[in-house]
Structure formats: C-alpha cells, structure tokens
C-alpha cells in the first residue's frame, strides 16, 4: 500500500464503527434510532471472525432463546438448543440485512489517528473522517501464550485454539492441550475421542454444570441477576474482566462436561503448566488447590441462587449437589521431546488487538484505558470485551443495554461538540 | 448467611495490606523485594542462618530484630541435632506462609478465627539423597497440610479461606511450581 492510495479520502461521517460483528450491528442499530450518520467499516464480511477464526464443533455456551439483539431474537424452533458456528452467522448476517447496517465490507482499517477534533480512519481503501469512533472489533483477536511456550522443543507442533479446527488437522499421537476455560475442555474431549492420547493442563478455572435444578444454568444466572451485575459493582475490577469462560459446553442432551467427566473419558489432567527446562514440560504441583477453589467457587454460585430462587418463589426440581473434583497423584513433568506429545494446543485465552488505535490510550501494560467502555479519548469507545459494563457484556444478549448507554453517551458527547452554527440550522 | 453484629478482629490490618495493594500497583518498582539469609557452618552438619535485612520499597529495610537459626541433622543421622533439619525449615516456611494467609483472608473477610493449627507431613525417600536409587528424587515425594481451624463460619467458608491461603502463599508457590536456583562461589 503507497502512502497515496492511504490517504485518498473516503468519506466524512459523525461515527465510524469498527467491526461488523453483533456489538457493532447492535450499535449501529443504536446510532440509526438516534438519528446519528455512522458506517460501519468491516475487514471481511459480517460476523467476519465466526466465520474464519473458530473451531468446526464450536457451539455458543448460552442457549438459543438468549440470542438477542436490538430489535431482533432468535425466532427458531429450538429456544433451548445452542447455535453452531454456522448458526451464529446466519445470526448476525441476518440481523445486518433486517436492520440494514451501513456496513461496508472489505474494509481493513490500518489505523486510527486523531485529527482535528475527530478521527481519520485509514484503511486500505481511502481515508474516513469522523467526529466518534467505536472499536468493536472483538476480545479474540489473538490467542495468548504463556512464556513457557519459548521452551517448547521444535519436533513438537504448537497450535493456538483461534487456529484450530478439529482433530484432523492434528498428527496422530499425544497431545496437551494447556487451559481448563470453556475452549480446553471442550477442545480435550473432542481430541481424545478422536483416538489421541489427550494430557489437559489445569490451572485456574470455573466450574459450572450446564443445568442446574432443571433449568439451564444461564438462565438462572440472568434470572438471579449475576449476568447483569456492573463492573462498579465487584470488588476487583481487573480480576473480574480476566476471569476465564465457564466449563460449559453446548449440546442437544444440555449435559455437563467437567474434570470429573473428562478423567472418566481417558483424559489425563495435569497441574498448571508452569514452565518447559530442558524439554519437559513442568506442571504447578497446585492443582488439588485449584480444584478446591473452583468447587467451593461453584457451590457458593448454587448456594445463591437457591437463595434467590426461594425468596422469588421459583418453581423449580430440588436442589442439587455435584461431586468434589477428585485427582489422584498428577504427573508434575512431561518429556516433550520422548515422542509422547506431538501437539501442543494451546487454550489459554485471547487478548484483543488495538494496535491499530495510534492514540495514546493505553496503559503501561499496553491495555486500552477506558472506563466502562469510554475509552480515554474524547469520542472513542470500545465494545464486547469481557465484562465491559456488565457481566453480560461479552455475550450477543449484553450487547443491547451496553449500546444503549453508550450510544447515549455518544450523542451526548457529539451534541456538546457540534459547532454552533451547525446545530443552528438543524433546530 | 449470619449476620455479623461485630468485626472480626485477627490482628491483622487488612486496610494497610489494601492499600499497599493499590500503592503497588500503580509503583511496580517499590514492589519489588529481595529476601536474604546468611549462614555460617558450624560443625558437621550444623550451621547457623541469619534473617537480618531486606530490600523493599525501594530501599534497604531492617527486622526490629536479628534472627538466628540452628539448622543441623537428627543423630539417626549420626549427627548432633543441634536444630531442626532444613527440610523442616521447608516446612516451616510453608506452615507461616499459609497460616498468616488464612488470617489476612479471613479478616478480609470478617471472619472472626479462635485458633488455626496446621500439621505439616512431607514424606521423602533417602534413596534420593544417599544415591542408591536414581529414579527416587532428594526432595520430598509430596506434603500434606491439615489444618483445624475453629472461626466464627460454615465449614465451606471456612475451606474456602484455606484455599485462597494457598492461592496467595509464595511459599506455596515456591514449593509447587519450579524455580530458578543459581548458586556461585567463592574462594576467602
């Protein structure tokens, strides 16, 4: 790309929105209702990252009849089922063309820089100028590796949940697969019934049975309240945002996949990887603790909400217990280079990707600066990361209150700001 | 949940860990600490350590006191157990580290505690140390901890201060993932 063809002007417009996904078609729904000009720019097409960054099995966690947006829910025949992949595109494809988003599609933004009392947007395709700008870009842009990974020796292949499919793609032969979130689980299970050996590194996670006295468990934790609880309202912000997804799974028989299950199948599971030396992977001697936590964790989640459910007079089947998290003696090293292991799959989160932002917005950790989802620059907000404004705010159904607010904000902020003259005429 | 008519007191002041907390996340660089121990050999295997100075908060500190430690063998041994043997130092460390976590978690927490003893087992196959089998490893082949806690809470809660105890603890740390060990020497 010449410097030329990246400053060819593209257009003028009050908001850019970045990231055709269903935080940024949900604000854009906002922004129409407001009255407010707006595009939304989209690299590839919309819900681009469902369609090429996600594994071939993957089902959302929350059940249909929670896909909702703006002006728009799941109207299938299966409210309790959860959506495929494929699914969740028809979703959002769906929800574009009803709300007809001013998307524009094939538009890869370079960068974002500040000018005059706005933004340019440089992308590969001219130059937008605009007065607001909203990221809604994703909390999974990239996976990210613990240090250990440096270590790994080189005849042992190294695989990332966001470039992962399904097992074929994987040699024949053992696999670990580091992370005990939603993604290692589900990803552990799927492997070792593809015949691999499967070693399934734990440290902390949170359990979770899919349905609790009869209901699904999200249910009750939208119900009770928990999944609209604000980020002003828990004690540690930072801890609550890095919390990794539930051990859930979404499947016709609504069953409940944790550690017990997986160590019934043939899975071994391991301590917290804490390092590779010399070739040999070391697990954290911490997993019994681990365990604990994300019992004791769960009871207390079940213990609210039977709490809530007998103070609301719910109907619902009688209280359930689940059993401990049992392991045995874990192996606390591996040999990688033995032959045991020929995959390393890694699950162990994602960060979002604001390189593009050349603003100064980030803190010392290189994490983007923002209070609730207003960034800390006049006019930029940013969307769908994990508990942005509520626990809810990374699922397709947070995305409705947090657009609301924000878009109120936004106008509010774009109202001040309109020079006199303009807002003369337009009365 | 009980409703707590007093608060908790342990002894322990949670509101100048909390700050520190926030102080230090917002000035890394004072939290950066050095531990030191000296030690001087006795005689066969007795040795004497100090715990005298540290380095914290950007600076220099001091005990209000030195402390000194015998370390030496048990006379199955053929020693002279003039102190405890330095894997019960181990121990010891880990028995302080988890014991002052569980008061700190519970004073956050408002948990009045009465007594807290834990028992500490580390189980260790001389084979190791002694060479006869190099499959058997010179440290400890697991450690269990038992604590009895009698506090004003339900068993589950107060599980649950043991368990962020072990979340917190460096020793805990320490002893359940690696460490790098560098040791140099000097000819005096």
Known sequence: ?427 | MDTQVTAADNGVNVAALLGAREALGEAPEAARFKWRATSEWQNGTHSVSTVDGFFGLGEEQKHRTTFRYDSDHPEVFASEDKGATPVEFVLVGLAGCLTAGVAAVAQNRNIQLHSVRATLEAGMDLQGILGIDSNVRNGFDGVTVHFEIDADASKDDIAALVAQSQKRSAVFDIMTNPTDVTVTVDKR
């Not at chain 1, 209702?33 to 819900?47: S, Y």
């Not at chain 1, 097992?167 to 593809?194: C, F, K, M, N």
């Not at chain 1, 162990?348 to 290189?366: E, N, Q």
């Open chain 1, 1 to 427: 790309m010449s410097a030329r063809e990246s400053r060819r002007p593209a257009g003028t417009v009050d908001v850019v929105v970045v990231g055709a996904g269903h935080s940024g078609l949900a604000m854009s729904f906002e922004l129409a209702r407001r009255g407010i000009g707006h595009v939304v720019l989209e690299r590839g097409e919309v819900a681009n990252s469902w369609r090429s960054e996600r594994w071939d099995s993957l089902c959302l966690l929350t059940p249909n009849w929670m896909s909702r947006l703006p002006g728009f829910c799941y109207a299938g025949d299966d409210p309790d089922g959860y959506m495929t992949v494929k699914d969740v595109v028809a979703f959002v494809s769906t929800y574009a063309r009803r709300t007809a988003a001013p998307v524009l599609c094939g538009y890869t933004v370079r960068r974002v820089e500040a000018c005059g009392d706005g933004y340019r947007v440089v992308t590969d395709r001219g130059d937008w100028h605009c007065r607001a700008l909203v990221a809604a870009t994703g909390a999974c842009n990239q996976a990210l590796l613990p240090a250990a990974a440096d270590g790994v020796p080189s005849q042992v292949r190294q695989l990332t949940a966001r470039e992962y499919r399904n097992p074929e793609q994987l040699d024949a032969g053992g696999v670990l697969v580091v992370g005990a979130s939603a993604t290692g689980l589900q990803l552990a299970e799927e492997i070792y019934a593809s015949g691999r050996p499967v070693t399934l590194a734990v440290g902390e996670h949170v359990r979770m049975p899919r349905t609790y006295r009869g209901r699904d468990i999200q249910w009750w934790m939208l119900a009770a309240g928990l999944l609209d609880q604000r980020i002003e309202e828990v004690d540690d912000p930072a801890r609550a945002r890095g919390v990794p997804s539930p051990q859930l799974i979404g499947t016709r028989e609504r069953r409940t996949l944790d550690l017990n299950a997986l160590m019934k199948q043939g899975v071994e599971v391991v301590g917290r990887l804490a390092g590779v030396r010399d070739g040999k992977a070391q697990f954290s001697g911490s997993l019994a603790n681990a365990c604990a936590l994300a019992d004791l964790k769960m009871k207390r989640l079940l213990a609210a909400i039977d709490r809530w459910a007998d103070a609301k007079g719910i109907v619902a089947g009688p209280a359930e217990g689940f059993a401990p998290t049992v392991i045995g003696k874990p192996r606390l090293g591996l040999t990688l280079s033995s032959g045991e292991v020929r995959t390393i799959l890694w699950a162990t989160g994602f960060r979002p990707d604001f390189s593009w932002l050349a603003l100064p917005v980030f803190d010392r950790k290189g994490r983007l600066r923002h209070s609730a989802g207003v960034v800390d620059a006049p006019g930029l907000y940013v969307l769908g990361l994990p508990f942005l404004r509520r626990r809810k705010s990374s699922f397709i159904h947070g995305a409705g209150d947090d657009v609301r607010e924000l878009g109120a904000h936004l106008a509010a902020w774009l109202h001040r700001t309109t020079p006199a003259r303009v807002s003369g005429i337009a009365v």
